[in-house]
């Protein structure tokens, strides 16, 4: 009989028992990137679980990000108690810098330790704080709160990628991390609803429901999410690391160069329609909310795309050089005043985030499940820090020389990204493992990284070339 703490289940749909004591199912190999066989639909109860263990995780992830992004909706609040805008403005940012000083320690530990209790304990940590952070007095004692909530919930974005590698067989992982993808905009839409009803019974009410949000998550998390099967240590340890290659410096670098445009386009795309377009400040947020609709639609379309064609990259590419395009377009449409510069406002504004899932992947599989927690906190600490960046620096450019010139100095960004990413991804280390029928095919080694694509997951369970 199947227990509540098994991982997911063997290749012929036999279940294998979990280890109760850590939540996780046994190292079994088959599936390169996780160093155990694949989840596959073969058993009801494995192919049920994985999906409440990607929808617990997508929950988790939404309410880290409903703080962690969404404190700039209570920035009316907070200017009503005497802050001035810069002031308030700060504090909004708090979250985000302790996102970015510990993404990587937690995806360490999220390595060495498992994604339950590191999703779990930070989460809780950090609702802990936000429902303490209402007794503090001072702006700088609620900005330390607010760093402190955001480097804990580092631990989702950091955790919940994993969860994803290990639970889930090749041919639907790119759906399943576009998914995960969905969190951020859905996590801003809670906070763009939530926080300025609640902030009206006064600041310590929206804070409260914030750190409710993130105690329950971590409680689901722990009764239902249960750790993939993990390579042993010294497998992961022959192994070595997968940044000895430039390949993952290659993936966070082009996924890196998107996150530009996608946050000039975000950043202003109010301000353009309300200052350069005449449209009204509730019509124009009405039409960026459907813009957000659609790039999580994107999201999901090409990590579906990736999943059939058996390549992250491939698509990856085609959808960078098509953000070029658009870009393109609403740069010409904006210098002109084209009538159709709103249409190519919103094209631009759902293909500029239509990569993230892809990259994410991507990284994942390359890394490997003894990997893959330290190589996704670096690629969000990255693409964080940047992302950061990117709009005081835009400001100053549209002010300079308008919207046009912001948009088409980001047109070459996406070209520069299209020529970095990897053609293909070959695995650091290969070795033999068995083959189906007693033979034996070339697989990466457990917890390194594999071919991009390869395994029994895609369709026609493609293996990889050996390499000469």
């Known amino acids: 009989m199947r227990g509540p703490q098994d991982g997911p289940a063997t290749d012929g749909g036999r279940a294998a028992d979990g280890d109760p004591a850590t939540g996780s199912g046994p190292a079994t190999d088959g599936d390169p990137a996780t160093g ?62 302790g996102l970015v000083l510990t993404l990587a ?86 906070a763009a609803v939530l926080l300025p009803r609640t902030a009206a019974h006064g600041r310590g009410t929206a804070l409260a429901v914030l750190g409710a949000m993130s105690v329950t998550a971590a409680l689901l998390v722990v009764i239902a999410v249960r750790d993939p099967a993990r390579p042993a240590r010294d497998a992961v340890e022959r192994a070595g690391s997968p940044y000895r290659t430039p390949v993952l410096w290659r ?37 960026l909310a459907c813009v957000q609709v659609g790039g999580a639609g994107a999201r999901l379309a090409s990590g579906r795309w990736s999943d059939v064609v058996g390549s992250r990259t ?11 395009g658009a870009l393109t377009a609403l740069t010409v449409c904006v210098l002109t005043g084209s009538p159709v510069a709103t249409a190519a406002l919103v094209a631009t504004g759902v293909l500029t985030v239509s990569t993230n899932g892809l990259s994410f992947t991507a990284v994942a599989e390359y890394a490997g499940s003894g990997w893959a927690g330290r190589a996704l906190g670096v690629h969000t600490t990255v693409q964080n820090a940047v992302a950061a960046c990117v709009p005081p620096v835009a400001a100053q450019v549209i002010g300079a020389g308008g919207f046009g010139l912001a948009y088409g100095l980001t047109v070459v960004l996406p070209l520069l990204a299209a020529a970095l990413v990897p053609a293909e991804l070959r695995p650091p280390e290969a070795v033999r493992a068995p083959g189906p029928a007693g033979g034996s095919v070339l697989g990466p080694v457990a917890g390194a990284g594999p071919v991009a694509g390869a395994g029994r997951g895609l369709p026609g369970g493609r293996r990889p070339a050996p390499r000469t």
């Open 36 to 97: 155990s066989r694949p989840a596959t639909d073969d058993d009801p109860a494995t192919g049920r679980r994985r999906w409440v263990v990607l929808a617990v995780g997508m929950l988790a992830m939404t309410a880290g990000c409903a703080f962690q992004f969404g404190l700039p909706y209570l920035i009316p609040a907070l200017r009503d108690e005497g802050l001035s805008l810069g002031q308030a403005g700060l504090l909004a940012a708090c979250p985000t810098v």
């Open 105 to 190: 320690a937690w995806g360490s530990a999220a390595d060495r330790w498992g994604e339950r209790w590191v999703l779990a304990g930070g989460l809780g940590l950090a609702g802990l704080v936000l429902l303490a952070a209402p007794s503090v007095h001072g702006t700088a004692a609620l900005g330390g709160c607010f760093v402190l909530a955001g480097a804990a919930g580092a631990s989702a974005h950091a955790s919940s990628g994993r969860l994803i590698l290990g639970w889930f067989p090749a041919r639907e992982r790119g759906v399943a991390m576009g998914l995960r993808q969905t969190s951020l905009p859905l996590g801003m839409a809670v």
């Open 251 to 287: 993936l966070h670098g082009a996924a890196t160069l998107l996150v530009v445009p996608q946050f000039v386009v975000a950043a202003f795309a109010l301000v353009l329609l309300v200052d350069e377009r005449g449209w009204a400040p509730s019509s124009a947020g009405a039409l």
């Open 314 to 324: 491939g698509p990856m590419r085609v959808l960078a050089l098509a953000t070029a």
